[in-house]
């Protein structure tokens, strides 16, 4: 049943707009940061493009998170909006249609998050005369666009509404970057923040400073994430779907 159900949701991933455009958006988005980069770093010696180009990750990594929490959220969504949630009910039990989203948010995520990631790569690389792929922090912007796609997927559940969904989504991860600008102890506690920290991202990148924090993000970031799921889970399998 649960195979089933990832093959339906699988097919459905070759025509999926939504993911179309919103990696389209990542790219841009990403590449658009080469217009920032002094046109005289591309003759600096290799190290020293190495290591300006490095924090530039976790700002690849909070362009894909935001964009996969929007993915997550639209991706729901739409197809409530449109009958495709009710559809798949009548076939299969509601933890399967679940399981299956769930599944499908957290790899669409890591899709988003890897075409932010190539599309800032490729920026650095033409405005600084070629950078490396530091391999460990690609693992960990997938991981972090996963684990913004769940975060996206039980927003839309909770608020249904596609166009408050994506708005809501958006903002309660983005506006840890502005929160940061004025309390930066705080910003530890967001979700985006706290997703960065647990996977190695230098957070000083999109200003916020590790020494304010509290500690221990891996348990904040868990606990943002498992708030999200269990939110959405809990209101998918007890509220009605028209």
Avoid: C
């Avoid at 639209?74 to 949630?85: A, L």
């Avoid at 391999?135 to 991981?143: K, R």
């Amino acid at each position: 049943m649960i195979v089933r159900a990832l093959r339906a949701h699988a097919r459905g991933v070759t025509g999926d707009i939504v993911l179309l455009w919103v990696v389209a958006a990542a790219f841009v988005l990403s590449t658009s940061m080469a217009t920032s980069v002094p046109a005289e770093l591309a003759e600096a010696p290799a190290g020293v493009r190495a290591a300006l180009s490095a924090p530039f990750s976790a700002v690849h990594a909070t362009y894909g998170a935001v964009l996969a929490a929007v993915y997550g959220s639209f991706r729901y969504t739409v197809d409530r909006r449109d009958g495709v949630v009710a559809q798949r009910l009548m076939l299969q039990p509601r933890w399967v249609t679940l399981l299956s989203r769930t599944l499908g948010s957290a790899l669409g995520g890591a899709v988003v998050a890897l075409a932010g990631l190539a599309g800032g790569h490729i920026a650095l690389a033409v405005a600084m005369g070629g950078v490396p792929v530091g391999w460990a922090s690609v693992g960990s912007a997938l991981a972090v666009g996963a684990g913004a796609g769940l975060w996206g997927l039980g927003v839309g559940i909770v608020v249904q509404n596609h166009l408050v969904a994506l708005f809501v989504a958006s903002m309660s991860l983005g506006s840890a970057v502005l929160v940061a600008m004025f309390w930066s102890a705080a910003a530890h506690g967001f979700p985006l923040i706290a997703l960065l920290d647990a996977f190695g991202f230098d957070v000083t990148a999109v200003g916020v400073s590790p020494a304010d924090g509290p500690g221990g993000s891996v348990p904040v970031a868990v606990g943002w994430m498992l708030a999200a799921l269990v939110a959405g889970g809990v209101t998918f399998l007890k509220r009605d779907v028209t």
